[in-house]
């Protein structure tokens, strides 16, 4: 492969998203969580997938484990923006997620 080519994704990465709520205190908090996979369907380990609130532009990170799976909790109410990469795959950024304390979304 030539090196110009291999900046190029040699593959693709598939977000799902799984919003569950728990309260902490007096302070209720959500989690973002959800698995990593490929196009073929196999899970994607150490990928970096990060949220983003898009009003306060705080964010917070996690990696995803050998199985897939991510788990990124303590997040506040708020609208987030969630982007996963990883060497040599495309990038995927979802926005627009609503993540409340009183919703559950998948």
Not at 35 to 56: C, F, M, Q, R, W
Not at 70 to 90: C, H, M, N, Q, W
């Amino acid at each position: 492969m030539e090196k110009d080519q291999e900046n190029h994704y040699s593959g693709s990465i598939s977000l799902l998203l799984l919003l569950t709520s728990i309260p902490l205190g007096a302070q209720v908090t959500s989690t973002i969580q959800g698995h990593i996979s490929d196009t073929t369907g196999a899970s994607v380990p150490k990928a970096l997938v990060k949220a983003t609130n898009e009003s306060t532009g705080v964010s917070r990170s996690a990696l995803s484990a050998d199985d897939g799976y991510y788990r990124i909790p303590d997040l506040l109410a708020g609208t987030y923006r969630v982007r996963v990469e990883l060497s040599g795959f495309k990038a995927v950024e979802k926005s627009g997620i609503e993540v409340t304390a009183s919703r559950s979304l998948t």
